[in-house]
């Protein structure tokens, strides 16, 4: 079956090679996996230019290709109903989240959500739920802020592997509310701490950090240490604003894609609309609807992942009227070149480089936005609620910048370098991965390498002929057999010819 490809009951949902969705009966031994085309057969006897090709859903499907739904009929939501004229539950089981808090099973009436590009949270896991009162609907808008009925709920509750990679050792940690008060504009948000049975959490009057050890075979010792940050109630207002909106999540961009309802994998909006969750009929029809790439989809385009990761972690703040120290504007729908990012100077600080750009673009090493993603001191972005770089985050952005082009005439580097030199190391020290950058002023056969303090080789990273210019490679922690590397200080070393350049590195777990 085509990698890309979902099942429903009878119908299989597949990507087409113009990025646009096909649907055809479900047999799976007709897909062509080669070219990430659907087979004709796929559809019965059609010829394969029937292919029904649309954005996401279409308009006019024959019934046997239409897709279940996730939720056949709404059911009153009559449990979790906070009217903070109260105040906040004290616990979650008393806030009526979960009809069995121990095994975590919502409440009937709780409308199960998730969101195309999540925010970065330490690698936790989460799950999202819509909480209205009773039967009542949200106000839709295809490109604007949904309206919500007075004292909705929006949750996320938030999960960790204590064995890595292992979902079976998946507990959970937090529970967070964003509740609207009343009729008003206003929404707050308040944290809950589950205890290590998880048999409930308690309401934090402010904010908190604990420390919890994951199995780690790869780690020395065997284990690593997360210190989760449980973000203080004044800190919610920080990226939930009037400005950036205070509903970040529940936007048509982000649940314009599909959803896993208990096994059954539908479009989100089709569900949300036939259970009559909205106050107007939105139709079938969602490709003319804006919609948010997934980061980590790698069948979607560099820039539109690129985008929507910097407006789901960066543009609550990064917007017109955000930030009064900066101002640049992430914001997804926002053109690159009004961004005030593409070679313009960072009004804060270039961490260490000289005439760095936020974005200086055909070099991600040399540009401000993605080091400060990697940065673990008072530069890191975002700030709040984070002390782990997101490397694929980080990653993906360095990319979308190393392809924009030729470096801008800005920083006037785009001609080859006339001199041999190990540049910009950054971050360092470093946690996850760190980005070497170094320049040749000719071709020529180039070695670099992570050496231990004995001067023991831990890893080549470079074994090539590398053409003149500015050159960049990337160093994740592990050694040659792929294990995690200790703690401590590593020399860098680059030659090429008779030429040889050193630095110090320092990797801190």
């Given at each position: 079956?085509?990698?890309?490809?979902?099942?429903?009951?009878?119908?299989?949902?597949?990507?087409?090679?113009?990025?646009?969705?096909g649907v055809g009966r479900d047999l799976a031994d007709d897909i062509d996996a080669t070219d990430q085309r659907m087979n004709?057969?796929?559809?019965?006897?059609?010829?394969?230019?029937?292919?029904?090709?649309?954005?996401?859903?279409?308009?006019?499907?024959?019934?046997?290709?239409?897709?279940?739904?996730?939720?056949?009929?709404?059911?009153?939501?009559?449990?979790?109903?906070?009217?903070?004229?109260?105040?906040?539950?004290?616990?979650?089981?008393?806030?009526?989240?979960?009809?069995?808090?121990?095994?975590?099973?919502?409440?009937?009436?709780?409308?199960?959500?998730?969101?195309?590009?999540?925010?970065?949270?330490?690698?936790?896991?989460?799950?999202?739920?819509?909480?209205?009162?009773?039967?009542?609907?949200?106000?839709?808008?295809?490109?604007?802020?949904?309206?919500?009925?007075?004292?909705?709920?929006?949750?996320?509750?938030?999960?960790?592997?204590?064995?890595?990679?292992?979902?079976?050792?998946?507990?959970?940690?937090?529970?967070?509310?964003?509740?609207?008060?009343?009729?008003?504009?206003?929404?707050?948000?308040?944290?809950?701490?589950?205890?290590?049975?998880?048999?409930?959490?308690?309401?934090?009057?402010?904010?908190?950090?604990?420390?919890?050890?994951?199995?780690?075979?790869?780690?020395?010792?065997?284990?690593?240490?997360?210190?989760?940050?449980?973000?203080?109630?004044?800190?919610?207002?920080?990226?939930?604003?009037?400005?950036?909106?205070?509903?970040?999540?529940?936007?048509?961009?982000?649940?314009?894609?599909?959803?896993?309802?208990?096994?059954?994998?539908?479009?989100?909006?089709?569900?949300?609309?036939?259970?009559?969750?909205?106050?107007?009929?939105?139709?079938?029809?969602?490709?003319?609807?804006?919609?948010?790439?997934?980061?980590?989809?790698?069948?979607?385009?560099?820039?539109?992942?690129?985008?929507?990761?910097?407006?789901?972690?960066?543009?609550?703040?990064?917007?017109?009227?955000?930030?009064?120290?900066?101002?640049?504007?992430?914001?997804?729908?926002?053109?690159?070149?009004?961004?005030?990012?593409?070679?313009?100077?960072?009004?804060?600080?270039?961490?260490?480089?000289?005439?760095?750009?936020?974005?200086?673009?055909?070099?991600?090493?040399?540009?401000?936005?993605?080091?400060?993603?990697?940065?673990?001191?008072?530069?890191?972005?975002?700030?709040?609620?984070?002390?782990?770089?997101?490397?694929?985050?980080?990653?993906?952005?360095?990319?979308?910048?190393?392809?924009?082009?030729?470096?801008?005439?800005?920083?006037?580097?785009?001609?080859?370098?006339?001199?041999?030199?190990?540049?910009?190391?950054?971050?360092?020290?470093?946690?996850?991965?760190?980005?070497?950058?170094?320049?040749?002023?000719?071709?020529?056969?180039?070695?670099?390498?992570?050496?231990?303090?004995?001067?023991?080789?831990?890893?080549?990273?470079?074994?090539?002929?590398?053409?003149?210019?500015?050159?960049?490679?990337?160093?994740?922690?592990?050694?040659?057999?792929?294990?995690?590397?200790?703690?401590?200080?590593?020399?860098?070393?680059?030659?090429?010819?008779?030429?040889?350049?050193?630095?110090?590195?320092?990797?801190?777990?």
């Amino acid at each position: 079956m085509n990698q890309g490809c979902r099942r429903n009951p009878g119908v299989l949902i597949c990507p087409l090679p113009d990025g646009s969705w096909g649907v055809g009966r479900d047999l799976a031994d007709d897909i062509d996996a080669t070219d990430q085309r659907m087979n004709s057969r796929a559809f019965g006897a059609r010829p394969a230019s029937w292919l029904l090709s649309f954005a996401l859903w279409g308009s006019s499907l024959p019934g046997w290709a239409q897709p279940a739904v996730g939720i056949e009929e709404r059911v009153a939501n009559t449990s979790l109903l906070i009217d903070l004229n109260a105040g906040p539950p004290p616990t979650i089981s008393a806030s009526g989240l979960f009809s069995d808090v121990t095994a975590q099973i919502p409440s009937p009436g709780l409308i199960p959500y998730s969101v195309n590009s999540q925010l970065w949270s330490d690698g936790a896991h989460k799950t999202r739920f819509l909480a209205l009162p009773g039967t009542t609907q949200v106000e839709f808008s295809p490109d604007g802020a949904w309206g919500f009925p007075a004292n909705s709920v929006l949750v996320k509750n938030f999960y960790l592997d204590t064995i890595r990679d292992d979902p079976d050792s998946r507990r959970i940690v937090e529970t967070r509310f964003l509740v609207k008060v009343g009729d008003s504009h206003e929404w707050r948000g308040f944290s809950y701490r589950w205890n290590q049975a998880g048999t409930d959490a308690e309401l934090l009057p402010s904010g908190w950090t604990e420390r919890y050890t994951i199995v780690d075979p790869e780690a020395p010792g065997g284990e690593t240490h997360v210190d989760y940050t449980f973000p203080a109630r004044e800190d919610c207002g920080r990226c939930h604003t009037f400005g950036g909106g205070p509903v970040l999540g529940l936007r048509t961009a982000q649940l314009n894609g599909v959803h896993d309802y208990g096994g059954v994998i539908t479009h989100q909006l089709r569900t949300l609309n036939h259970i009559g969750l909205f106050s107007r009929d939105i139709g079938e029809d969602y490709s003319g609807f804006p919609r948010w790439e997934d980061p980590q989809t790698e069948t979607e385009s560099l820039e539109g992942r690129a985008r929507s990761y910097l407006a789901s972690n960066c543009s609550p703040c990064h917007h017109p009227g955000g930030l009064r120290r900066t101002e640049i504007d992430l914001r997804y729908d926002t053109p690159l070149a009004q961004t005030r990012t593409v070679g313009v100077p960072s009004q804060l600080d270039d961490l260490g480089g000289i005439n760095r750009s936020i974005i200086s673009p055909g070099d991600a090493a040399n540009s401000v936005l993605p080091l400060r993603m990697m940065a673990l001191d008072n530069r890191r972005m975002p700030p709040l609620a984070s002390g782990i770089v997101d490397a694929r985050g980080a990653a993906l952005v360095s990319r979308w910048i190393d392809a924009l082009g030729t470096p801008t005439s800005v920083r006037g580097d785009h001609a080859a370098p006339d001199t041999f030199t190990l540049r910009a190391v950054y971050p360092n020290p470093f946690n996850a991965w760190t980005t070497m950058a170094f320049s040749l002023g000719e071709a020529g056969h180039v070695k670099l390498a992570i050496h231990d303090a004995a001067g023991r080789r831990v890893r080549s990273l470079v074994s090539a002929v590398r053409e003149p210019g500015h050159h960049r490679v990337s160093w994740d922690g592990r050694d040659e057999t792929g294990a995690r590397a200790a703690s401590g200080v590593y020399l860098i070393s680059l030659q090429a010819g008779t030429n040889f350049r050193t630095r110090k590195l320092t990797l801190l777990k």
